[in-house]
T-cell receptor, first 114, second 107 residues
Framework: DTEVTQTPKHLVMGMTNKKSLKCEQHMGHRAMYWYKQKAKKPPELMFVYSYEKLSINESVPSRFSPECPNSSLLNLHLHALQPEDSALYLC?????????????FGSGTRLTVV | KQEVTQIPAALSVPEGENLVLNCSFTDSAIYNLQWFRQDPGKGLTSLLLIQSSQREQTSGRLNASLDKSSGRSTLYIAASQPGDSATYLCARNQFYFGTGTSLTVIP
């Protein structure tokens, strides 16, 4: 299995809702990432987990809460989002111990906040 | 914020042409540079990764080079095909993405 799987593919949520995005990989990668991508813009790094511990938080608002319950799974919990948080949320993984190898990205979750 | 700039922002070429995409970065502390393609509304597909100790990498019709002293990387696409149409992104140190080049190859 050489894929990063993200679910759901599309999500519409109200500003008072609580939802979660899920990312899963079975490649044994110990680094996992969340990116946010607005239309026609490059991906922006949100969080980095290495060995299931949060190693980088790029000053992301607390309404986004990441969680890495095990080495294969990465969640992004969403609460009280704003319409400007609507974007494509991308998950990626990497073999932390092999810097010569690059990222593998999931296909993303298209989030719309209404 | 790390600045990574890609020029041109958009490019349209006829099928069969060779083309060069440019990526510039302002911080000389570079460990690697990775090139990706992204189809509309989709995730990113990794194309080539160049370590700081390397000068170039090749895969099929793609060749990527890295010049740390000038803060530049180029992606060369030979004999372009309509299937190459996509947005091409470079990423410095695998965290910081460039602004992207939208490529259209006209049949």
């Amino acid at each position: 299995d050489t894929e990063v799987t993200q679910t759901p593919k599309h999500l519409v949520m109200g500003m008072t809702n609580k939802k979660s995005l899920k990312c899963e990989q079975h490649m044994g990668h110990r680094a996992m990432y969340w990116y946010k991508q607005k239309a026609k813009k490059p991906p922006e790094l949100m969080f980095v987990y290495s060995y299931e511990k949060l190693s980088i938080n790029e000053s992301v608002p607390s309404r986004f809460s990441p969680e890495c319950p095990n080495s294969s799974l990465l969640n992004l919990h969403l609460h009280a989002l704003q319409p400007e948080d609507s974007a494509l949320y991308l998950c990626a993984s990497k073999n932390w111990d092999r810097p010569n190898y690059g990222y593998t990205f999931g296909s993303g979750t298209r989030l719309t906040v209404v | 914020k790390q600045e990574v700039t890609q020029i041109p922002a958009a490019l349209s070429v006829p099928e069969g042409e060779n083309l060069v995409l440019n990526c510039s970065f302002t911080d000389s502390a570079i460990y690697n540079l990775q090139w990706f393609r992204q189809d509309p509304g989709k995730g990113l597909t990794s194309l080539l990764l160049i370590q700081s100790s390397q000068r170039e990498q090749t895969s099929g019709r793609l060749n990527a080079s890295l010049d740390k002293s000038s803060g530049r990387s180029t992606l060369y696409i030979a004999a372009s095909q309509p299937g190459d149409s996509a947005t091409y992104l470079c990423a410095r140190n695998q965290f910081y993405f460039g602004t992207g080049t939208s490529l259209t190859v006209i049949p």
